[in-house]
């Protein structure tokens, strides 16, 4: 597999270094992404840079995750307004534990193949660096001219945020140059990747080790991933789509994937899976066929979902998609976790009640048109039911004197209620 190939038909590459290509054809290639460690979960924004990895790896080269324990005491101005909190090093280390262990989904760590991939963490060769000798060992040798070129910078001082820029965060680019000097005397790294916000960041190191030690040094960057519509990729109403399940439950992260529009799905079909050129030319031209058969959001949704979590994670969302938008039974609700059921029925309006009501079982009429407001009287609660339009966990409710007792909780809290085809209701029992 050609590394530049590969990337190029997907649609990853935006700016390339001349003699990148070469390098890589000639050697193996150790070539590292930073990775911010700020929260102890990578979101899907982080997902390209580790899909570049993880296509690095395929390649037969060895890949690099730089946490960037020292860099996220300062915070990058790229793309960013204002700066951001910083953290102490156990934080930074807690996080670093938790990103290492998402990305052996992604990359061989383990075993003796000579391109198995490492971590590494710029806090541990930055902690000991005194000032002083930062500014007469890196600093001397890159202009603040140089410095201020570069857009990251040159946006924040012309930009209308009364705050400007501190003198931290416009040292940013000295420290990740620094990262990759470092990475190249001591591991071998010639090649740095990131978003093409980065291409100033990683040009300075490039620069740096040029400068300093006259060695090799190449960076490629990725275009920054939008949406058709316009809006940020990976951002919805509730924040970012996180790839831990405690932060965003795998139904949720399947539903983010299915609901994007059809241009979105042929971007993200290359960029965030692994199938062949020829498999996706076939998967376009049967979706554009038929559009409304979504098969390339299935799709995508199944591949992304089945790398970030499991198969059974994934199977186990699109059962429980069927049972808000399909014919799901009784027993694949009583299946749901109460994360998946939550994400599920989010929305829903709810209404709380004493669990003791359920314990002494509860007429039916009363629970839906007294202990809770499900129908605005008993009347038309019981005209609904007798019409069979009522439904309790995917059950019908077949008589209006009808028994509901705590058995029926669901995680041993909810009863869901559905009135006619659409309507949800949950009850909660306290």
């Excluded at 705050?163 to 040292?171: A, H, K, P, R």
């Excluded at 409304?292 to 970030?308: D, G, N, S």
């Excluded at 309006?349 to 499900?374: C, H, M, R, Y």
Aim: with cysteine.
């Amino acid at each position: 597999m050609n590394f530049i190939e590969e990337l190029t038909w997907r649609g990853m590459i935006h700016d390339m270094m001349p003699g990148t290509d070469e390098l890589l054809a000639k050697e193996m290639v150790s070539a590292y992404v930073g990775i911010d460690p700020t929260a102890d979960s990578l979101h899907i924004g982080h997902l390209v840079g580790v899909m570049m990895l993880r296509h690095l790896q395929r390649a037969g080269h060895r890949p690099i995750a730089l946490v960037g324990g020292a860099t996220g005491m300062i915070g990058d101005p790229s793309g960013k307004s204002v700066e951001r909190n910083l953290l102490d090093e156990a934080a930074l280390r807690h996080n670093q534990e938790c990103i290492k262990a998402q990305l052996a989904k992604f990359l061989d760590f383990e075993s003796d193949e000579p391109n198995r991939a490492e971590l590494v963490n710029n806090y541990d060769w930055m902690k000991e660096f005194s000032f002083l000798d930062f500014i007469r060992d890196v600093g001397k040798h890159i202009t603040v001219n140089y410095m201020m070129s570069k857009d990251s910078v040159k946006k924040r001082l012309t930009g209308e945020t009364r705050d400007g820029m501190s003198f931290t965060e416009f040292t940013y680019q000295l420290v990740q140059g620094y990262d990759f000097l470092y990475l190249n005397q001591h591991k071998g790294c010639k090649l740095q990747m990131g978003g093409s916000d980065q291409w100033g960041n990683i040009t300075t190191g490039t620069e740096l080790i040029r400068r300093k030690t006259g060695g090799e040094a190449y960076a490629l960057t990725c275009p920054l991933i939008t949406k058709a519509d316009g809006g940020k990729f990976g951002k919805t109403e509730s924040g970012n789509i996180w790839l831990s399940k405690a932060y965003t439950s795998p139904y949720k992260f399947y539903q983010f994937w299915l609901n994007v529009s059809d241009e979105d799905a042929e971007k993200y079909l290359k960029i965030f899976t692994f199938i062949t050129k020829e498999e996706y030319a076939q998967l376009v031209a049967e979706h554009r066929e038929a559009p409304h058969t979504r098969i390339l959001q299935k799709r995508l949704a199944q591949e992304v979902t089945i790398m970030v979590h499991s198969e059974e994670d994934y199977n186990a969302a699109v059962e429980a998609s069927q049972i808000l938008f399909g014919n799901a039974t009784a027993d694949a609700l009583v299946k749901l976790d109460e994360d998946t059921f939550l994400s599920v029925f989010e929305g829903v309006p709810q209404f709380e009640i004493e669990k003791s009501i359920l314990n002494a079982g509860a007429n039916v009429i009363e629970l839906l048109a007294t202990n809770t407001t499900v129908f605005p009287s008993k009347g038309e609660a019981r005209k609904m039911i007798q019409g069979g339009g009522v439904s309790i966990n995917k059950n019908k409710v077949d008589a209006v004197d009808a028994t509901i007792g705590s058995d029926l909780l669901l995680n041993g809290k909810f009863l869901l209620v559905q009135k006619g085809k659409k309507n949800y209701f949950i009850i909660k029992a306290q």
